[in-house]
């Protein structure tokens, strides 16, 4: 599961800018029409009052869309994170890193070496990684900045990297975000955090105009990583591109 796949809504987004194209065509119209009026008397207020009240309409929409959006991505940030924290223990269990079988590429690729997780890293991550569940996205950056800083033969600076670039998308930083996920796709090829990484570059490609590098990178998921999960939210971005 990729959090920079979830956390995109598309289609949300997309409808939001058509609402807001159509407010922003309806208020020149009744500028248009309340200065007509003021020429031609009082003819057109009742136009006037439907129109302002298909744009509260609209404005109400707006609303209800943008508020749907925070409510699934929170939702959908809390499951993601849950699902890191207990898949970190499985691969963790006895020091022993798991195979990395979605990533395309064996553990022993990575030419960084890498320690057994401590007590101490552990607690540290998980305070990081609760800054970011809570949406304290500066707090997270800080604090995961620390941690790569202290311990960067981790098993866990990958992930660290990984949530620095999420949470520099989630405050649309997406220059930023892109340099973290990149440290992590060179610096930890073999890690199963790469395809996410890739996945989160895509989407800030995206939020930058970037459409065609975006749809590149996407396909790069697709033909490097094809059994990782960020490979199927690819294609279904591919698609939906077409």
Same mark, same amino acid.
């Given at each position: 599961?990729?959090? @920079? %796949?979830?956390?995109?809504?598309? *289609? ?7 609402? #807001?194209? #159509?407010?922003? %065509?309806? *208020? ?21 009052? @439907? ?12 609303? +209800? ?15 993601? +994170? ?13 020091? +022993?890193?798991? /195979? ?5 590429? /064996? ?9 057994? +997780? ?6 540290? =991550?998980?305070? @990081? ?19 790569? %800083? ?7 600076? /990958?992930?660290? =990297? ?11 930083? =997406? ?12 610096? =930890? ?15 800030? #490609?995206?939020?930058?105009?970037? @459409? ?31």
């Amino acid at each position: 599961m990729s959090t @920079a %796949g979830l956390f995109s809504d598309d *289609e949300a987004h997309q409808k939001i800018a058509l609402l #807001q194209k #159509q407010i922003q %065509g309806m *208020e020149e119209r009744v500028v248009q029409m309340e200065n007509t009026a003021r020429s031609q008397g009082v003819g057109l207020l009742s136009q006037l009052d @439907a129109l302002k009240s298909d744009l509260a309409a609209l404005r109400g929409q707006i609303e +209800v869309h943008t508020h749907d959006i925070e409510t699934t991505q929170k939702r959908q940030r809390d499951l993601y +994170v849950d699902l890191d924290s207990r898949l970190r223990k499985l691969e963790t269990v006895g020091g +022993v890193p798991a /195979p990395q079988a979605d990533s395309g590429k /064996p553990a022993s690729s990575d030419p960084t070496p890498v320690d057994p +997780v401590s007590a101490d890293e552990s607690s540290a =991550y998980d305070a @990081a990684l609760g800054l970011f569940k809570s949406g304290n996205y500066q707090g997270a950056i800080d604090s995961f900045q620390s941690f790569v %800083g202290a311990h960067p033969n981790s098993q866990l600076a /990958p992930s660290a =990297y990984y949530w620095i670039g999420n949470s520099y998308f989630n405050l649309r930083e =997406y220059k930023s975000a892109i340099a973290n996920q990149q440290k992590l796709v060179s610096q =930890y090829p073999g890690s199963t955090k790469v395809p996410d990484a890739l996945l989160n570059i895509a989407s800030c #490609q995206q939020g930058l105009g970037d @459409a065609s590098e975006a749809k590149k990178t996407l396909k790069n998921i697709v033909s490097k990583y094809p059994l990782s999960n960020a490979a199927e939210l690819a294609k279904k971005r591919l698609a939906g591109s077409k």
